[in-house]
């Protein structure tokens, strides 16, 4: 395994603990006790923190284990990139359009907002796993 796929493999585990555990408790709360007046700031920006240092401690990590392969990348990898990109992007598009389709129907700034984050979340997982078929299958 070369250091992109261990970093996607990382990237993959950080995100779906990480707003996992954001949804979990955010969404958990919202429908048992409705929904908040004033958006959770603060837990949002502990996810998005916790989200960087859980993955910057966790490449620190994987360079220091494999330090000749941190720096190296081929076209393969580059190709890769760009097919997990592409249909990341894809989704993150229908989930645009369908916050937007929240947006008009007078729907709450707490749905709207988490429907995006949502959306971003999904597309980043997705692409992520888009990356690890590709290098287990070979492009």
């Known amino acids: 395994m070369n250091f992109r796929e261990k970093s996607t493999w990382v990237l993959l585990a950080v995100t779906l603990i990480v707003y996992g555990w954001y949804f979990a408790t955010t969404l958990g709360g919202a429908l048992g006790a409705g929904i908040p007046e004033v958006l959770d700031n603060v837990r949002l920006f502990g996810a998005i923190v916790m989200l960087v240092v859980l993955t910057i401690i966790a490449h620190i990590i994987i360079a220091i284990l494999s ?10 990898d580059k190709l890769i990139e760009l097919r997990g990109d592409q249909r990341g992007a894809i989704l993150m598009a229908i989930a645009l359009f369908s916050t937007m389709g929240l947006a008009m129907t007078d729907a709450s700034v707490f749905w709207i907002a988490h429907a995006a984050l949502a959306g971003l ?9 888009s990356k690890l078929i590709d290098y287990r299958r070979g492009v």
């Open 121 to 129: 979340v999904v597309s980043e997982i997705v692409k992520a796993v």
């Open 67 to 76: 330090p000749k392969d941190a720096d190296q990348s081929d076209e393969r």
